[in-house]
């Protein structure tokens, strides 16, 4: 494991949650008492940061929802494609936020609300944009269909001083691929959090799962 003490009101930088485990999970969750019990089975696995994406109606409630019921956690917004977004997942308890791609926008957006942003980047170009507004943590996305270990291998000379959160397509099969590199410092992904597991509230196996992350080792 490598989850750090922290006490429950610390401000995360992004670092700070890449570095904390090494799967952030992408969580896409409907309901609200689900939610609940998904994050408190996840926690018991040892993970703590939680990504939820902004692509369902409740997905606001759900953040603040969790951030009240589970306090051992840390979760973040996911998908926060507006500043409006990303205003009213703060709003809602978010206490990071990552997106696929980065405007302006967002970027001021992030710092005037001082919440962590990990942004998405998928080219050359996308990196020195998020390097120009002040990021040189960054979500590499989408990981797999962008050119994958390869892709972050090269980014590697030209871009010694990034680090990555590859997500998209990333599983347990391939996970270990990615957190070997020396630029990688988490990556994120849905498989914590099968679809079916939720629907069958089969939380022991989300637990599992969490564990089985969490067992994953930087490098090795």
Sequence with gaps: ????????????TALEVMQDAPVIPVITVREVDDAISMAQALLKGGIRMLEVT?????????????TEAVPGVVVGAGTVRSS????????????????????????RACRDLGLPLLPGV???????????????????????????????????GPFFDVKFCPTGGISLANAKDFLGLDNVICVGGSW???????????????????KEANELKLGE
């Excluded at 692509?55 to 606001?60: E, F, G, I, Q, S």
């Excluded at 997942?89 to 978010?94: D, K, L, R, Y």
């Excluded at 120009?132 to 990981?143: D, I, M, T, V, W």
């Design 122 to 156: 998928a080219t050359p170009s996308e990196v020195m944009f998020a390097q120009s507004e002040g990021f040189n943590e960054l979500k590499f996305f989408p990981a797999v269909q962008a050119g994958g270990v390869k892709m972050l291998q090269a980014f590697a």
């Design 54 to 66: 902004l692509r369902t109606p409740k997905a606001l409630e759900v953040i603040k929802a969790i």
């Design 192 to 210: 914590l959090v099968p679809p079916k597991a939720i629907e069958d509230k089969d939380w022991d196996l989300i637990t599992r799962l969490a």
């Design 1 to 12: 494991m490598i989850n750090k003490n922290y006490s429950l009101d610390h401000r995360f």
């Design 84 to 107: 409006d977004q990303a205003l009213a997942a703060t709003h809602a308890g978010a206490r990071f936020a990552v997106s696929p791609g980065l405007t302006v926008d967002i970027a």
